[in-house]
């Protein structure tokens, strides 16, 4: 155990803290950073090391690990704390969602000092990191992702890591993952909506399409939380879609559903917590009257 890599850990959130302290469980020395000092307590109180800053854990550590609550913050942080402190022969673990442009911008940074960048964001939620069960979508250089694949097995598990290719195509795969569940949910919202908005209550709705096949499954369990009064509740992965509006700009491609989701959505009163944000509501929006 004691030829373990010393970890430092930049994000220790409702996925970082859980990832932080599987990685303690399995022996590997780390030390964490997070502005919340409750969050770095946790931490600590699992065995790891308190960082002064999040410099002074990249230059503790020989795998900087991070897990930022946005794309913005993680350029940020890349752009300050990071680049500026790293030495050749670290290696770099981004778990956040972030635009693939810029994923593979700052890889090529870090690359020119000797440092292996890979993106590797994470679907499963906050219950996926603390039981280790998480997909894990890979990017950068093979023989780095390779390298750390022991780290990434113990905080996902050994059967849900897809190496996606080179630097940014772990953060494309993501986007594909994002786009499936958020644009699904939301013409799922929209077709209820219509029965809804013609005088059709979605009990009825619920009953009348059956749950034979995949999509009637997942159609009549979307009803059902409308029906229980979460409708609200139901997100379309507004946050993330300028992300990969943004991706999708910059290769000279059009992604004309997630366009019109997100301008629809943008235009609405900011109703719901919706990844821990103020965020507007697509069912709300699709029924809200006046």
């Not at 964001?121 to 039981?131: D, E, F, L, M, Y």
């Not at 795969?173 to 908005?197: C, H, P, R, T, W």
């Not at 990844?275 to 069912?283: I, L």
């Amino acid at each position: 155990m004691t030829n373990l890599p010393t970890i430092g850990f930049i994000g220790l959130g409702e996925m970082g803290g859980p990832m932080a302290v599987n990685l303690l469980r399995a022996g590997y020395p780390l030390a964490g950073y997070d502005p919340d000092a409750g969050r770095l307590a946790a931490v600590v109180d699992a065995g790891g090391e308190a960082g002064a800053d999040a410099c002074d854990v990249v230059q503790r550590c020989d795998v900087i690990a991070t897990s930022l609550p946005s794309s913005g913050a993680w350029v940020e942080v890349a752009e300050r704390d990071i680049l500026p402190n790293v030495r050749a022969g670290q290696f770099l673990i981004d778990f956040g969602t972030v635009t693939p442009p810029e994923t593979r911008r700052l890889a090529a940074l870090f690359a020119a000092q000797g440092v292996a960048a890979l993106d590797v964001p994470v679907s499963g939620g906050g219950r996926g990191a603390q039981q280790a069960q998480l997909y894990m979508f890979a990017g950068g250089d093979r023989a780095a992702f390779e390298r750390c694949l022991p780290i990434l097995q113990t905080v996902g598990g050994p059967d849900r890591i897809t190496y996606c290719g080179p630097a940014g195509n772990g953060q494309a795969v993501k986007g594909v993952n994002q786009l499936m569940m958020g644009l699904v949910d939301a013409a799922y919202l929209e077709a209820i909506s219509f029965g809804v908005n013609s005088g059709v209550d979605v009990e009825t709705i619920s009953q009348a399409i059956g749950c034979e096949g995949r999509w009637r499954v997942d159609f009549r369990q979307t009803a059902q939380r409308i029906a229980a009064g979460q409708g609200p509740n139901v997100g379309v992965k507004f946050r993330e879609l300028p992300y990969f509006l943004s991706a999708a700009q910059e290769g000279g491609f059009d992604l004309p559903i997630a366009a019109t989701v997100y301008g629809y959505c943008d235009k609405g009163e900011r109703v719901v917590i919706d990844d821990h944000r103020q965020a507007p509501s697509y069912w709300h929006e699709l029924t809200h009257k006046g």
